[in-house]
T-cell receptor, first 119, second 113 residues
Framework: AQKITQTQPGMFVQEKEAVTLDCTYD???????LFWYKQPSSGEMIFLIY??????QNATEGRYSLNFQKARKSANLVISASQLGDSAMYFC????????????????FGAGTQVVVTP | DAGVIQSPRHEVTEMGQEVTLRCKPI?????LFWYRQTMMRGLELLIY????????DSGMPEDRFSAKMPNASFSTLKIQPSEPRDSAVYFC???????????FGDGTRLSIL
């Protein structure tokens, strides 16, 4: 079953504007981690930001911030002051909690949101 | 520091042939992940290792796929026999702990004719 949902397959944003990429997740675990990755057209996967389920503050990394709403099970990525180089596919991912000493629950990626930044 | 190194970058082969993909994780990383990416199915986790031990291989599509990690600095993903539907980009990633970001290799673009 799909545990990560990204409802926006694609979006356009103008340079210098902010954009919010939606991500909702499904887990019954109390401890889990949420990640966002960027994949430009060149194909590499680039880590952007991480939020732990117990983190009280929303994560921020430069122009990236994560709007974490635990009760709603959403972890939206906000990119401020968009740049042309932000054009890429963006993936939300979740790591579920520990199962045994050495193993963890599912790692799963969403289907992604294609962002195109226009001048 | 060197990142995750995958080889080959591209592989084209005929169906029925054995394919071996290789991965060198970042030194000191305890976790290694193999993913497959296709347009139809997106990014799928195939298997992951912790300290060279396979932890979860539930994503391996079928018995034709196998993965090994003989030591901390090397892992292989093998497909035997290969089929056209195995065509995809295969990524290897590693992380220090599960809460740290996974660092991805550049991927192997596999085409099975």
């Amino acid at each position: 079953a799909q545990k990560i949902t990204q409802t926006q397959p694609g979006m356009f944003v103008q340079e210098k504007e902010a954009v919010t990429l939606d991500c909702t997740y499904d887990t019954s675990d109390q401890s889990y981690g949420l990640f966002w990755y960027k994949q430009p057209s060149s194909g590499e996967m680039i880590f952007l930001i991480y939020q732990g389920s117990y983190d009280e503050q929303n994560a921020t990394e430069g122009r990236y911030s994560l709007n974490f709403q635990k009760a709603r099970k959403s972890a939206n990525l906000v990119i401020s002051a968009s740049q042309l180089g932000d054009s890429a596919m963006y993936f939300c991912a979740m790591r579920e909690g520990r199962r045994t000493t050495d193993s963890w629950g599912k790692f799963q990626f969403g289907a992604g949101t294609q962002v195109v930044v226009t001048p | 520091d060197a990142g995750v190194i995958q080889s080959p970058r591209h592989e084209v082969t005929e169906m029925g042939q054995e394919v071996t993909l290789r991965c060198k994780p970042i030194s000191g990383h305890d976790y290694l992940f193999w993913y497959r990416q296709t347009m139809m199915r997106g990014l799928e986790l195939l298997i992951y290792f912790n300290n060279n031990v396979p932890i979860d291989d539930s994503g391996m599509p079928e018995d034709r796929f196998s993965a090994k990690m003989p030591n901390a600095s090397f892992s292989t993903l093998k497909i035997q026999p290969s089929e056209p539907r195995d065509s995809a980009v295969y990524f290897c990633a590693s992380s220090g702990t599960v809460n740290q970001p996974q660092h991805f290799g550049d991927g192997t673009r596999l085409s099975i004719l």
